[in-house]
């Protein structure tokens, strides 16, 4: 072997003692997950270890907590939301009925009062036709009972005058009976004492009537 070959042998040498003297540069992955992974791997047999998910930081899952407890307080808020307002509506359509009833027992109340009004200005004409010279009082009364009857009609008052009808006790209000010997005219009304009013198709007053009777088949 030469002296060239040798020296070129002996520089090599030196330059990976060189080499290898250097001091070794380790890089540590500090993230939690990779930390994990890397305990796992040193402390478990490789052949015997599963596939490993990272876990969730302890913060992570404290505000996880946190926002479930606000979810369930907000459905709760919302929950009694819905029931306050379906009472509150409850309440409002039961207070609409019970003025629109005490308002229109206030005005039935009114109205009946007025009839009676009209009852004596029916006698004030009847007894102003028997007389003699009466005329201009009749007019004049006539005249007054016509406007109030116009009048109770805005209202929706109606005035029914039930004679010759069959007697209904939900409509009129049998005052005397009138004996028939016709079997045929038996519950039939022969009089009317005083007429009857309905106000928007319901009865306001019954109509105070005389009732044919015929006497009992032995």
């Known amino acids: 072997?030469?002296?060239?070959?040798?020296?070129?042998?002996?520089?090599?040498?030196?330059?990976?003692?060189?080499?290898?003297?250097?001091?070794?540069?380790?890089?540590?992955?500090?993230?939690?997950?990779?930390?994990?992974?890397?305990?796992?791997?040193s402390d478990a047999d490789p052949s015997a270890q599963e596939p490993w998910e990272p876990g969730k930081p302890k913060y992570v899952e404290e505000l996880e907590r946190q926002v479930a407890e606000k979810d369930q307080l907000l459905q709760q808020y919302i929950t009694q939301f819905k029931e306050a307002s379906r009472e509150f509506d409850e309440a409002r359509a039961r207070l609409r009925k019970e003025v629109a009833r005490d308002a229109d027992l206030a005005r039935r109340t009114l109205l009946v009062d007025l009839l009676e009004v009209i009852d004596n200005l029916d006698r004030a004409l009847e007894t102003a036709r028997r007389q003699s010279g009466a005329d201009?009082?009749?007019?004049?009364?006539?005249?007054?009972?016509?406007?109030?009857?116009?009048?109770?009609?805005?209202?929706?008052v109606t005035r029914v005058d039930p004679l010759g009808e069959r007697f209904d006790p939900t409509r009129h209000e049998a005052v005397t009976t009138v004996h028939t010997a016709e079997p045929g005219q038996d519950g039939l009304i022969t009089g009317v004492i005083a007429p009857g009013y309905l106000i928007a198709g319901d009865l306001l007053r019954p109509a105070q009537v005389a009732v044919a009777q015929a006497p009992a088949l032995t």
Not at 13 to 35: C, L, N
Request: aromatic share 6%; glycine share 6%.
């Open 136 to 156: 201009a009082l009749l007019q004049g009364v006539e005249l007054v009972r016509r406007q109030f009857l116009l009048k109770l009609e805005t209202y929706g």
């Open 1 to 41: 072997m030469s002296v060239r070959s040798m020296t070129a042998m002996s520089n090599s040498s030196k330059d990976q003692q060189g080499r290898s003297g250097e001091p070794e540069i380790k890089v540590v992955d500090r993230r939690w997950w990779a930390q994990r992974d890397d305990t796992a791997s």
